[in-house]
């Protein structure tokens, strides 16, 4: 059974760098893709980036200039970093694998909150 379990900081300071770890079990993150997306309060999911089973990376465009994605495969962990947070990436932080086109496992999320 695939699972995947968010971890990192609840509360970021504006200006300050989010990074939040994913952490894999039941597959191996040198298969498939593995995501990250976020749902701020009110809105829909918005997809943020991934990182490839080649370790290639993958960012939307909106988010690129501030986001990093990397991973230790000694560990199947995947990690997010998005600079100069500000109150407006406050949101639900999911991580999630893409077989065939589809995010098929989720993590649980993890709440973010950018406030001083």
């Known amino acids: 059974q695939v699972q995947l379990q968010e971890s990192g900081p609840g509360l970021v300071k504006p200006s300050q760098t989010l990074s939040l770890t994913c952490t894999v079990s039941?597959?191996?993150?040198?298969?498939?893709?593995w995501s990250w997306i976020r749902q701020p309060p009110g809105k829909g999911l918005e997809w943020m980036g991934a990182?490839?089973?080649?370790?290639?990376?993958y960012y939307s465009p909106s988010l690129k200039s501030r986001t990093s994605i990397s991973r230790d495969t000694s560990k199947n962990q995947f990690t997010l970093q998005l600079s100069s947070v500000t109150p407006e990436d406050t949101a639900v932080y999911y991580c999630?694998?893409?077989?065939?086109?589809?995010?098929?496992?989720w993590g649980q999320g993890t709440q973010v909150t950018v406030s001083s």
């Open positions: 990182i490839a089973y080649s370790g290639s990376t």
């Open positions: 999630a694998r893409e077989s065939a086109a589809a995010m098929d496992y």
């Open positions: 039941g597959d191996s993150i040198i298969t498939n893709y």
